[in-house]
């Protein structure tokens, strides 16, 4: 009796497991998020004690959907673990800020915005500008950068330096 059952057992499993890959496989590009990495990070001090932190970055959205951006934050972990989260600054106001702090080099990208919208399985440079209310040396000596990312439909992703 045991033999008998085995057989239809064994088939059983062997079509469920079938069914789990199937589905799994025609999800593999549902998952909205943005993946990539800080390339370049300057700062520079506007007085003694604000300064303005700028981060180039390279992502790519590797789903089947586009990313809209809702939201992009800067948030830097002081030397001390603090966590301070800087005030975006728009585009226009980016590209008067490369002019007036020429310690900051030249402006390579534009700014992610918010309703930027990233098409699937895009690649992109793009740059954030943010002002801290924190001396220079702060930003200086961080222990940790992270760009985060939000989507109007609700994930997040995080760009770690």
Known sequence: ????????????????????????FMQRGAHVELR????????????????????DFRFVNPSDYPFIVRKVDILVKGPDGT??????????????????????????????????KVGPRRSEDRMIAARFEVPVATLDNRKQLRVRIEDVDGPVSELVQ
């Not at 009796?1 to 799994?24: D, E, H, N, S, T």
């Not at 300057?42 to 700028?54: F, G, I, K, Q, Y």
């Not at 975006?88 to 900051?104: G, H, W």
């Open 1 to 24: 009796m045991r033999k008998q059952l085995l057989i239809p057992f064994g088939i059983g499993v062997a079509v469920v497991i079938i069914a789990v890959v199937a589905v799994l």
């Open 36 to 55: 990539g990495s800080v390339l370049k990070v300057r700062t520079a001090p506007m007085d003694e004690h604000s300064s303005v932190v700028v981060v």
């Open 83 to 116: 966590e301070y989260e800087g005030s975006t600054i728009s585009e226009v106001d980016a590209k008067r800020l490369f002019q007036y702090y020429p310690l900051l080099g030249q402006k390579f990208n534009d700014s992610l915005l918010m309703r930027d």
